[in-house]
């Protein structure tokens, strides 16, 4: 057999440098950088006089596709509102279908009982009893809530962007795996586009096409789609190849094979992005309720805005609760398995789900005639009649308790919460914030460019440099400093958190059995959550950002700890006992050094999720990067707005690289790759 | 037997690397191992020739990463040789249009694989009548004979189950059953025993047996398994980084190994169940007593021959004329008398 | 080719089943911009409300204050009953270029200025003016600002640059930027109720003066030499040294379609006219009361059936 060699990173060669020690190569570089600012104003800020005005012209060249451009004599203008009209025609049948009924031929919106009983049916199909309880549950609390209408909106673009994102993402996949250049020139895009946060697809979007629910289905169509093209990509380059070759050899034409042979063979994979799509769709529409969507996700941010926390709960609740329940059907219809003894079955068994549904739709139908509630659920719940009535359930006054105990919670706590706020901020995010907005690029470059070198080799170098200079030339230093010094707290603090937990998940079952679910459950809510205990809790400022990012960024961080832990070959770990170590030693000594290439790969994913959640605690109110891409919303000046996304993104592929050639390297070193 | 010959391949090459071509029309289509190296090329199959005649089973072994595998898909064009000649009944097999290839496959050629390759989205009856789907036969016809192949294989009654509930051997019939579907003329088998357990292997080993005996196909067998190979095979041909060392019978290789290598997997082989008694027969001799069949192999004629006191004349059967003798010190060499002096070459 | 698109687009609209006739121009849904403050919502509801009792068909889409006017000069949007010289006046008027249409100004008078709950004058009596407010500034100090005090300004993007105010004037504060005009109500909120001393950027009318008690801080009034001559106002070495104007316009805004499509609703639109008692009551049914804002417009028509009444003429 032959022994597979790892081919060894050649160090570089034939440069100077290569003969100082490694700190010394950084403390050059640091002092270098500092030296040089104080004989060089133009090191600590970029001089003015040589800024590129890149979002100037971005903005402008939108400007001029929005006004003059034209496309083989036809406007661009009116291609985009072709586009724009034609995809409000599918919107408008949801619309219709959803909540607003056929008013033409009389026929009102699917009642809400036969929707409710539709996703138990479907889930008990799918799920079995378990998920239909969930499910029911669910139905039963949007409508008690009063947040049904506003659930069916957020579903209209739901239903509608699900399918054209998926089906988008499946071609670009398919054509990915089938062409070099469109390898070449979508590989690189998905990366980027995975790691632009939500709001920058809006401003551009909007500027393109009509404001409104149709703004809100492109932006979230591109934002969903390329977990579907990964997963596409994914599912096809690992259909086995004797699968492939035996469709070959069955005289498959070229067609065949991707039809009949890779995509069903690949059906799982295709299924978990078809989760990713709908989890992504439902986060892009709560967001794009900032550029037109309407629904929950606009209901939120309104109760955010005006402080009715209590509602907001309540919606936020709402939001996670659909989360969850798309979630749970879409993985359990992957999971599905094929039943194969349906010969010697009746019709009526074979599709006793189906036949129920039908059956209670047309019931419904019918009985929405004659009670109201059959149609839409009732805002109050009474029992009796007369002066007899009893209200049973209020959603609305339930709010105000709510709303009234978080003050008068706030007005106890304040005096436990605000010293702490204080001396957070006071001692570490000022000294911190400085400290970035004092650091010379020079030394950021350097230090960055430095160990880009050291882990990656050149490549990974030029990127990184590139990537840093697109945001000094620009004129972006201070927002990017600001972004990265908050992100780089956050995810101190996540790993502080995160990282205790999934060590201590990973020796104890019963804590597992814990953590791993609400770690589950914390991904799937939409980030627009996070803000409201952020915002009841501590005031404007960075304390609250932080507060915000961690829910969502800890996550990774608990999860990769854990499975890297898990991963730890047990020979390994056994080796570690038969030496005589302590369970402290063996902690410290045998299983975290093993597992700290997967660590840090958490790492890398909590920073980039810790990015992310930048452009959305913007609104709760930030001076950085996420802050400008909100901005651009609203002053139209998409230059900004792309640029700062870009830049978000930008920070988190310089971080990926590193760690994730750090880890790749390390993983080399220990033989686990 | 050149006229025999179903498939022909001359001088077939496939290198993988930057510029295959270019790199073998730079060494005139015969660089050296050298040459190879220096240049960062793999020569996956090297300069291979042999003919699969009619209706013989043909195993060609190997070590893995001897480029058998690689050998049997240029061959069937699931990859393309680099340089070389190959032909298919007198057609060559590296001008054939896409639709024709397609055509080859949909009725020529059926092949089995190491991981069975079924789909996994179907059930059994469905995966047997792939082949037969993407022809666009019709669904009655498929169904009728997909269900006489399950049968013949003997998994009638689990039509309606999936893959993913069947054993690895079922799975593997079911993999032979689908390429049994379009009747083909050449049966190419990649190392289809070889992700099974050994019991259930020697079980398959013996069903393919069976099945030969009824169908009589052209085979073209892959195996790492010298033992599979001997136990299958009409002819044997050996691949070492790329090139084929020798291509004979397994009593010529047994008994004439071309070179160490050969001769390393041959020591271990079961002489008496492959060296038939003609080819360690000694000179006729008068003090012969009883007959044995010349083409017997030793180990069927072992026991009289070491139990009878004098030598046994051995017969040509075709001829019914007495054409040598054996005798006990001759057997027992021929069956252990090789290892022990390989082991004292060892030592 | 441009017909094509035209066409493709016109017949993708008429596959959406449409409404029933009614006694109007157009049975296609007349769009009615939607903002985020109470008030905008409660009263877009009111004249959306009292067109579908005309027989007009509405639909209400959400909208970015800023983005809203160019919307309605493409006519994506047809009508907004709330715009405020204060935050808009420059989006408004770069779309009236566009196209966009002045349905008319109402009677309400808008002030935006620096805000302070009443119970900052028990502490510092002289908050009410801006050289009184300046000399209790520590007490507004927190720990981002100490020793200055911290006023609380708004959005950075609204156009008001508080910082050069405070320079000019020579005022021992900083300005802080929120985000979002939320969380300048979740800092008085959180203030409030614990009764701690907050200066902040607010205007009227709005919800904040139903539910909270405050009044403005005066500064300097200011004219157009403030901005131009320094030696104009208390600092005789800057300009900028004033306040905010007194009262600004509040304005309606409409596409260019609406007067073509719905020459009816367009009439309605113009005569609509709001006061500020009325914008106060409009927000006051939400945020005191609790009601949601569709509830309040119609709890708010009964109240005003006259002014519903003069509208539809």
């Known amino acids: ?673 | 037997m050149p006229t025999d010959a179903q498939i022909k391949c001359r001088n077939l090459w496939k290198v993988f690397g930057d510029d295959p071509q270019g790199f073998l029309r730079r060494h005139k289509g015969n660089p050296s191992p050298e040459a190879l190296k220096e240049e960062g090329y793999i020569g996956a199959v090297q300069d291979v020739s042999f003919d699969v005649n009619q209706g013989e089973i043909l195993i060609i072994m190997g070590l893995s990463g001897s480029g058998k595998s690689t050998l049997i898909r240029c061959i069937t064009r699931l990859n393309d040789p680099t340089i070389g000649e190959m032909e298919y009944e007198g057609r060559d097999l590296l001008k054939l249009s896409e639709r024709e290839l397609i055509d080859l496959r949909r009725h020529k050629f059926g092949m089995v694989f190491q991981n069975f390759g079924l789909l996994p989205h179907r059930d059994v009856l469905e995966n047997v009548a792939f082949p037969l789907e993407v022809q666009g036969i019709s669904k009655a016809d498929r169904v009728t004979r997909a269900k006489a192949m399950i049968d013949l294989v003997g998994l009638g009654g689990r039509e309606s189950y999936f893959p993913r509930e069947l054993s690895g051997g079922q799975q593997q019939r079911v993999g032979i059953a689908r390429s049994l579907a379009v009747e083909p003329d050449i049966w190419f088998l990649d190392e289809p025993f070889s992700a099974l357990d050994p019991l259930i292997r020697a079980e398959m080993q013996d069903e393919f047996i069976r099945l030969q005996s009824m169908l009589h196909k052209t085979i073209v067998f892959i195996t790492h398994d010298f033992e599979e190979a001997t136990k299958l095979a009409d002819r044997i041909g050996i691949m070492k980084d790329g090139r084929m060392v020798q291509l004979a019978t397994p009593e010529e290789l047994v008994l004439n190994p071309a070179d160490d290598y050969v001769a390393e997997f041959a020591k271990n082989a079961p002489r008496e169940r492959i060296v038939s008694v003609g080819a360690i027969m000694q000179p006729v001799t008068d003090a012969a007593s009883g007959t044995v069949p010349m083409s017997a192999k030793i180990g069927a004629v072992a026991e009289q021959v070491l139990t009878s006191e004098n030598p046994v004349a051995v017969v040509d059967e075709s001829s019914g004329t007495i054409v040598g003798s054996i005798d006990r010190q001759t057997v027992a060499t021929s069956i252990f008398g090789t290892r022990s002096s390989e082991g004292t070459r060892a030592a | ?313």
């Not at chain 1, 703004?215 to 096809?236: D, E, S």
């Open chain 3, 1 to 313: 080719m441009k017909n094509l698109l035209k066409g493709v687009a016109l017949a993708a609209l008429m596959m959406a089943p449409g409404a029933a006739m009614a006694d109007v121009e157009s049975d296609e849904p007349i769009i009615i911009v939607q903002n985020n403050w109470t008030s905008q919502l409660v009263l877009s509801y009111v004249v959306g409300k009292t067109l579908e009792g005309m027989g007009y068909t509405v639909e209400y889409a959400p909208s970015d204050s800023q983005l809203q006017f160019q919307a309605m000069a493409d006519n994506d949007m047809d009508f907004q009953v709330e715009a405020w010289e204060g935050s808009m006046k420059s989006a408004f008027e770069k779309a009236a270029e566009n196209g966009m249409l002045d349905a008319g100004t109402h009677s309400a008078l808008t002030r935006e200025e620096w805000w302070i709950p009443n119970y900052v004058l028990e502490k510092c009596p002289g908050a009410g003016h801006w050289q009184g407010l300046d000399r209790c500034a520590e007490m507004f100090a927190t720990a981002e600002t100490k020793p200055k005090g911290r006023f609380v300004g708004p959005p950075a993007d609204w156009g008001k640059n508080y910082a050069d105010r405070i320079g000019a004037l020579e005022m021992n504060f900083e300005a802080i930027n929120v985000g979002q005009a939320a969380t300048l109500w979740a800092e008085l909120q959180s203030a409030y109720d614990r009764k701690e001393p907050i200066v902040l950027f607010n205007w009227t009318p709005n919800f904040i003066e139903s539910k909270f008690e405050g009044q403005f801080v005066d500064f300097p009034a200011p004219s157009a030499a403030c901005n131009e001559v320094k030696e104009w106002g208390p600092n005789p070495n800057a300009t900028g040294d004033c306040g905010a104007p007194h009262s600004g316009w509040l304005k309606k805004a409409a596409s260019p379609r609406l007067p073509e499509e719905w020459p009816g609703a367009w009439a309605v639109l113009q005569r609509v006219d709001f006061d500020n008692a009325d914008i106060a009551a409009a927000a006051l049914l939400v945020d005191v009361d609790g009601m949601e804002p569709e509830e309040a417009a119609e709890a708010w028509m009964k109240e005003n059936d006259h002014l519903v009444k003069s509208w539809v003429q």
């Open chain 1, 1 to 673: 057999m032959t022994e597979a060699t790892a081919p060894s990173r050649t160090e570089p060669q034939g440069f100077s440098l290569s003969a100082i020690p490694l700190w010394g190569q950084f403390a050059a570089i640091i002092i270098f950088g500092v030296l040089l600012s104080l004989v060089w104003d133009g090191a600590t800020r970029w001089p003015e006089a040589w800024v590129i005005p890149a979002a100037q012209w971005i903005t402008d060249f939108i400007e001029w596709l929005k006004s003059e451009a034209t496309i083989f004599g036809v406007e661009f203008k009116d291609i985009t509102r072709g586009i724009g009209a034609a995809l409000k025609a599918p919107v408008k049948w949801a619309e219709y279908l959803l909540y607003r009924g056929f008013k033409g031929i009389g026929l009102g919106p699917l009642p809400w009982v036969a929707v409710a009983a539709g996703v138990v049916i479907f889930a008990h199909w799918v799920g079995g009893v378990r998920l239909a309880i969930l499910c029911g549950l669910t139905m039963i609390y949007l409508a008690t809530f009063n947040l049904w209408k506003d659930s069916m909106k957020t579903m209209t673009i739901v239903i509608v962007a699900v399918p054209m994102a998926a089906l988008l993402g499946i071609t670009l996949g398919i054509w990915v795996t089938r062409s070099k250049t469109a390898s070449r020139i979508f590989s690189p895009m998905f990366d980027l586009m995975q790691a632009t946060p939500h709001m920058a697809y809006l401003a551009p979007v909007a500027a393109l096409f009509a404001f409104g629910p149709v703004t809100a289905l492109i932006a979230t169509v591109i934002f969903a789609m390329p977990p579907m093209a990964r997963c596409t990509i994914l599912g096809l380059q690992t259909v086995s190849s004797d699968v492939i070759e035996a469709g070959q050899m069955s005289g498959c034409t070229k067609r065949q094979l991707l039809w009949k042979v890779a995509l069903p063979s690949s059906k799982r994979t295709l299924m978990l992005g078809l989760n990713q799509v709908v989890m992504q769709t439902l986060a892009m529409v709560v967001i794009a309720s900032i550029a037109g969507a309407t629904g929950l996700g606009h209901k939120l941010l309104y109760s955010l805005q005006q402080l009715r926390l209590g509602v907001a709960i309540e919606q936020g609740v709402a939001i996670s609760l659909i989360a969850i329940v798309l979630d749970r059907l879409t993985q359990a219809y992957a999971y599905k398995e094929t039943d194969h003894f349906v010969a010697g079955k009746t019709f009526v068994q074979r599709h006793k789900h189906l036949l129920l549904f039908l059956g209670i739709l047309v019931a419904s139908y019918i009985a929405a005639e004659f009670f109201r509630w059959v149609k839409i659920p009732p805002s109050k719940f009474i029992w009796g009649s007369g002066d007899a009535k009893t209200v049973l359930f209020d959603a609305k006054l339930l709010a105000r308790h709510m709303d009234q105990a978080i003050r008068d919670f706030n007005v106890v706590a304040f005096d436990y919460i605000n010293p702490i706020r204080d001396w957070v901020t006071i001692w570490i995010l000022l000294p911190v914030r400085d400290f970035f907005l004092w650091l010379p690029w020079p030394v950021f470059v350097g230090v960055i460019g430095l160990g880009a070198w050291r882990l990656g080799g050149m490549p990974v170098l030029l990127l990184c440099l590139a990537l840093m200079f697109s945001f000094i030339v620009t004129g972006f230093w201070v927002e990017t400093m600001k972004t990265t010094y908050l992100v780089l707290i956050a995810a101190a603090l996540c790993v502080i958190i995160g990282v205790p937990l999934g060590i201590w998940a990973a020796r104890s079952e019963r804590v597992a059995n814990i953590i791993m679910p609400i770690c589950d459950t914390l991904q799937t809510f939409p980030s627009f959550i996070y803000l409201i205990p952020a915002i009841m809790l501590f005031r404007i400022g960075d304390f609250a950002n932080i507060f915000a990012i961690l829910p969502y960024a800890t996550v990774p961080a608990i999860r990769y700890t854990y499975l890297g832990l898990k991963r730890i070959p047990p020979v390994t770990i056994e080796a570690g006992i038969a030496n005589g170590a302590t369970r402290m030693q063996r902690l410290f000594k045998v299983e975290l050094p093993v597992a700290l290439p997967e660590i840090m790969l958490g790492l890398n994913q909590t920073i980039m999720m810790a990015l992310a959640m930048t452009a959305i605690t913007a609104l709760i109110g930030s001076t950085d990067l996420g802050q400008e891409v909100v901005r651009s919303i609203s002053t139209q000046d998409f230059g900004r707005g792309i640029l700062a996304g870009f830049f978000i993104a930008a920070l988190g592929i310089i971080a990926d690289r590193l760690i994730g050639s750090w880890a790749a390297e390390r993983k080399r070193q220990l033989g686990v790759a």
